[in-house]
């Protein structure tokens, strides 16, 4: 909106202003896009409360809020008075109707507010409840459009309402709305108690709320297929879009399944959470926001697990081989090895099968009786028994 019109809201808030326009154009708002303070590598806070807006939709084109004139234009009975939609002063006849007229959001008739707004729209749809074509879109007013029981009529609500939320951040942020509260009781001051908090909205944010509502979603559509189309409304194309779809004036059941109620719905929830992510957002000094809400943070480490269990197998073949390396060690302690393989004197002997030997002790007692020579051949050395030789010498 340009700053010559700022002045018809007063002193609103330039943040709501903003967010009610930029929903009516946004795909997909979301609570996460209110980022937290996190210094470290993630954050999470406990859940919250916040005041929010919260959206209802309702098809009300049963209820007889749609009835027919002699004029040839249906009336559209809104909030208690009969409201005609404007015309375009044009040779043919409009096929979209929205208005969020102006009430009393702060009259306390219970204990709760009314409304902030009150969003009608009304269309005339190119399929018939059996998703065939229906006769008079885009033409002059024909008999089927001035039946009123031929148009859809769906009335969206915006009210006050309090969200608990739970957010995290790890990367980026998460936050889910895990309770909505719509039910509460207000005092004349418009203060409502929730969980031992206090939550308030002035009478003069509704007015401007309501006006600027009032302001921006309204105006009609008159399309056909094969000449121009007129828009009243500068957001007038957007909201048809989001309705009718692309084609008005043709009949394409498939678009029933992403249109219709469900695509009112998914606008006014746009608009519902850009103006609650403004409130959580609004500031009490342009600096600081009016609560803050304290998180945990933390950082992690990386680092190794071991689960010892798969080191069993190794250990029991390691303990196992090392049991009969020391077995076999402790075996040839106790000399059951054959006494020729114990010494070269042994050996020596080894011819003599009357030698009588019979353990290491035997055969230090019978060397001393004995003398060897080691003799080189040329190419080795051997023990050689000389003890006779000695003997004769003797």
């Given at each position: 909106?340009?700053?010559?019109?700022?002045?018809?809201?007063?002193?609103?808030?330039?943040?709501?202003?903003?967010?009610?326009?930029?929903?009516?154009?946004?795909?997909?708002?979301s609570?996460?896009?209110?980022?937290?303070?996190?210094?470290?590598?993630?954050?999470?806070?406990?859940?919250?409360?916040?005041?929010?807006?919260?959206a209802?939709i309702?098809?009300?084109?049963?209820?007889?809020?749609?009835?027919?004139?002699?004029?040839?234009y249906?009336?559209?009975?809104?909030?208690?008075?009969?409201?005609?939609?404007?015309?375009?002063?044009?040779?043919?006849?409009?096929?979209?109707?929205?208005?969020?007229?102006?009430?009393?959001?702060?009259?306390?008739?219970?204990?709760?507010?009314?409304?902030?707004?009150?969003?009608?729209?009304?269309?005339?749809?190119?399929?018939?409840?059996?998703?065939?074509?229906?006769?008079?879109?885009?033409?002059?007013?024909?008999?089927?459009?001035?039946?009123?029981?031929?148009?859809?009529?769906?009335?969206?609500?915006?009210?006050?309402?309090?969200?608990?939320?739970?957010?995290?951040?790890?990367?980026?942020?998460?936050?889910?709305?895990?309770?909505t509260?719509?039910?509460?009781?207000?005092?004349?001051?418009?203060?409502?108690?929730?969980?031992?908090?206090?939550?308030?909205?002035?009478?003069?944010e509704?007015?401007?709320?309501?006006?600027?509502?009032?302001?921006?979603?309204?105006?009609?559509?008159?399309?056909?297929?094969?000449?121009?189309?007129?828009?009243?409304?500068?957001?007038?194309?957007?909201?048809?879009?989001?309705?009718?779809?692309?084609?008005p004036?043709?009949?394409?059941?498939?678009?029933?399944?992403?249109?219709?109620?469900?695509?009112?719905?998914?606008?006014?929830?746009?608009?519902?959470?850009?103006?609650?992510?403004?409130?959580?957002?609004?500031?009490?000094?342009?600096?600081?926001?009016?609560?803050?809400?304290?998180?945990?943070?933390?950082?992690?480490?990386q680092?190794?697990?071991?689960?010892?269990?798969?080191?069993?197998?190794?250990?029991?073949?390691?303990?196992?081989?090392?049991?009969?390396?020391?077995?076999?060690?402790?075996?040839?302690?106790r000399?059951?090895?054959?006494?020729?393989?114990?010494?070269?004197?042994?050996?020596?002997?080894?011819?003599?099968?009357?030698?009588?030997?019979?353990?290491?002790?035997?055969?230090?007692?019978?060397?001393?009786?004995?003398?060897?020579?080691?003799?080189?051949?040329?190419?080795n050395?051997y023990?050689?028994?000389?003890?006779?030789?000695?003997?004769?010498?003797?």
């Amino acid at each position: 909106m340009d700053n010559s019109n700022s002045d018809e809201f007063g002193e609103m808030k330039k943040e709501y202003r903003e967010s009610v326009l930029s929903s009516v154009l946004s795909t997909d708002p979301s609570p996460s896009d209110i980022v937290g303070d996190c210094m470290s590598e993630a954050c999470s806070w406990q859940p919250y409360t916040s005041l929010a807006v919260c959206a209802s939709i309702e098809d009300i084109s049963s209820r007889g809020v749609m009835y027919n004139n002699s004029q040839g234009y249906p009336n559209l009975r809104i909030a208690g008075a009969n409201w005609q939609p404007p015309s375009q002063e044009l040779s043919g006849t409009d096929i979209f109707w929205m208005a969020a007229p102006v009430g009393d959001p702060g009259n306390l008739t219970t204990a709760r507010p009314t409304a902030i707004t009150e969003i009608y729209v009304a269309y005339y749809p190119a399929c018939n409840s059996t998703n065939q074509p229906r006769q008079g879109v885009g033409e002059e007013m024909t008999e089927p459009r001035r039946n009123a029981s031929n148009w859809k009529v769906f009335k969206g609500t915006l009210s006050a309402c309090v969200q608990t939320l739970n957010s995290t951040y790890n990367n980026s942020m998460t936050t889910t709305i895990i309770d909505t509260q719509r039910d509460l009781n207000w005092t004349r001051d418009l203060l409502t108690h929730y969980k031992g908090e206090e939550f308030h909205i002035s009478q003069k944010e509704l007015d401007q709320w309501a006006a600027l509502f009032e302001r921006t979603l309204k105006g009609a559509a008159m399309l056909c297929e094969g000449c121009d189309n007129y828009y009243k409304g500068q957001w007038v194309p957007v909201i048809v879009n989001e309705i009718i779809g692309p084609t008005p004036w043709k009949c394409d059941p498939s678009l029933g399944l992403d249109y219709g109620l469900k695509g009112f719905t998914r606008r006014l929830n746009n608009i519902a959470i850009s103006l609650s992510n403004s409130m959580r957002t609004q500031t009490s000094d342009g600096v600081l926001p009016l609560s803050v809400v304290q998180g945990t943070a933390w950082t992690s480490e990386q680092y190794i697990s071991v689960d010892f269990r798969w080191m069993s197998l190794p250990c029991g073949i390691y303990l196992i081989i090392t049991s009969f390396l020391l077995a076999t060690i402790w075996k040839s302690r106790r000399q059951d090895i054959p006494l020729w393989k114990s010494s070269p004197l042994v050996l020596l002997q080894a011819a003599d099968q009357h030698n009588g030997l019979q353990s290491l002790r035997s055969v230090d007692k019978n060397a001393k009786k004995h003398d060897v020579q080691l003799k080189y051949t040329g190419e080795n050395w051997y023990l050689r028994d000389v003890t006779e030789k000695q003997h004769m010498q003797g």
